[in-house]
């Protein structure tokens, strides 16, 4: 059983940056794809990027050009960083690891964008 915590979240103003952490508390080794998520109030859950074990990335075109996924699998860690965030960036974000046979997602940490 592996349980991620996010951390990082906060109010900013328009323009700044954040950076997510999600932490495992066991070895994310051999996990086949993180990604990040976020739900805005009144909305379904979205996709926002995903990284598999090779590294390969994907970004929704909302986020494109502007946010990086990346692992640290000695911290077995997932991270997010964010820039040029904008008042539609604001949403309560989730972790998500793909390990088999289980997914698992974290609490979520709250990201609001001021303009």
């Known amino acids: 059983q592996v349980q991620l915590v996010e951390s990082g979240g906060g109010l900013v103003q328009a323009g700044e940056s954040l950076r997510l952490s999600c932490t495992a508390s066991g070895s994310i080794l051999g996990f086949s794809v993180a990604g990040w998520y976020r739900q805005a109030p009144g909305k379904k859950r979205e996709l926002v990027a995903t990284i598999t074990s090779s590294g390969t990335t994907y970004y929704e075109d909302f986020v494109k050009g502007r946010v990086t996924i990346s692992t640290d699998n000695a911290k077995n860690a997932v991270y997010l960083q ?26 979520g940490t709250q990201v609001t964008v001021s303009s």
């Open 82 to 107: 964010m820039n040029s965030l904008k008042p539609e960036d604001t949403a309560v974000y989730y972790c998500n690891l793909k390990l088999w046979p289980s997914s698992y997602w974290g609490q």
